[in-house]
């Protein structure tokens, strides 16, 4: 089907295109933005539950939250503490786009935050084709998903620059090979920095937290 | 952007007229198929397992998997004790379509089985749009996915036949409203046939392949 295929090139380097500008806008306000990653249900909004309290002191953060229906993630970012948070139904689509991402910019004053968190749609495959242009991919995978996802979705792990195992606090209820999965990872993003931690019980939450402070901290020296 | 929005109906549209062969050829040997669908980690592939050894001595059954990459679930399938198992890697597509299953029957020797287990890609969004011609939609769920996914996934709710809800062996160690849960599902497909059980445990599972059973019964009496 080759003119399928020639259509999601166009699709792709629109997008390529769009997401280009995104950047642009970010950088001339020096406003870092991460994009949040994962499966449905693997804890992306509770940690961003977890990480706005640990960052409200220091950082004004806005969350531009992608889901098909609802707006319950953005509200809960919004209880969570976040200075805006903006949600985006995608109308059936299985991810948030450049487009996406540029109309909610458009709601947002940029030069007022530090730091965007953008939530993409649950789904461990089709996010990682579009760039949005965030400067930081980060997807969060969780215990009870199982340890074979790195070798059964490697466009999403190969991807991306942080990796956060969550919900470790099910590691004993659950049959999970910690070396099969961390072998899948090695193989397809060797040293990517990975973080374990619990968003339930707040183990290993520090430690990310801190990471990205720093991430941001040194955005800012440099823009 | 109505230039996308036509060509992604006319590849629908596609699809349905093969989705309509694939049934076709299941009718025409008596063989009755379903279409697995879930999030990544919801355990699809652990419900095959568990289920496969139940039928071994009443049922022929054959497994089709379809997987961004790798064999893994395939391989699971044939251990457990399918009669034939075909893996379907979809070379990044994040769903099987109808070609995909096409294909992958013109490998099997179609009535030499009474059932059909199609294991669809790990996606709580993209599989609800292909149809793939068999004759019954289950959704797996599971307790770690939280319980807000029929809410933010009303597709995947609305369009199937059976929800199965595993991991219940789980629900003492996580925060999850069984009736918001069942809030959601009964809004969007009311009445529909559900299975709360556990794969690890075991606890629910005869409850589901007993009724899967009588449908594949029922099924072989009229056709």
Same mark, same amino acid.
């Given at each position: 089907m080759p003119r399928r295929v020639a259509v999601v090139e166009n699709i792709l380097s629109a997008n390529d295109q769009l997401a280009h500008e995104n950047r642009e806008n970010l950088d001339a306000v020096g406003l870092f933005a991460i994009n949040l990653m994962a499966s449905p249900g693997a804890g992306k909004t509770s940690l961003i539950e977890k990480t706005l309290p640990l960052l409200a002191s220091r950082l004004s953060v806005a969350v531009v939250d992608g889901d098909i229906a609802t707006s319950l993630d953005a509200d809960r970012a919004a209880a969570a503490g976040a200075q805006a948070a903006i949600q985006v139904?995608?109308?059936? /689509?299985c991810h948030l786009d450049a487009v996406m991402l540029s109309g909610a910019l458009k709601?947002?004053?940029?030069?007022?935050?530090?730091l965007l968190i953008v939530e993409n749609v649950g789904?461990?495959?089709? =996010?990682?084709?579009?760039?949005?242009? +965030?400067h930081l991919s980060v997807l969060v995978a969780s215990?009870?998903?199982? /340890?074979d996802k790195p070798h059964k979705y490697p466009g999403m792990y190969r991807g991306v620059d942080v990796l956060i195992l969550n919900k470790i606090d099910l590691i004993p209820y659950i049959d999970f090979r910690m070396d099969f999965f961390n072998k899948g990872v090695e193989v397809l993003n060797p040293g990517v920095v990975t973080f374990p931690l619990s968003? =339930? +019980?707040?183990?290993?939450?520090e430690a990310w937290v801190e990471w990205l402070f720093e991430k941001v901290k040194a955005f800012r020296r440099k823009s």
């Open positions: 139904n995608t109308g059936g /689509d709601q947002l004053d940029l030069g007022r935050y530090d789904n461990l495959v089709c =996010p990682a084709s579009f760039a949005l242009g +965030t215990i009870p998903e199982g /340890d968003c =339930p +019980t707040g183990e290993g939450l």
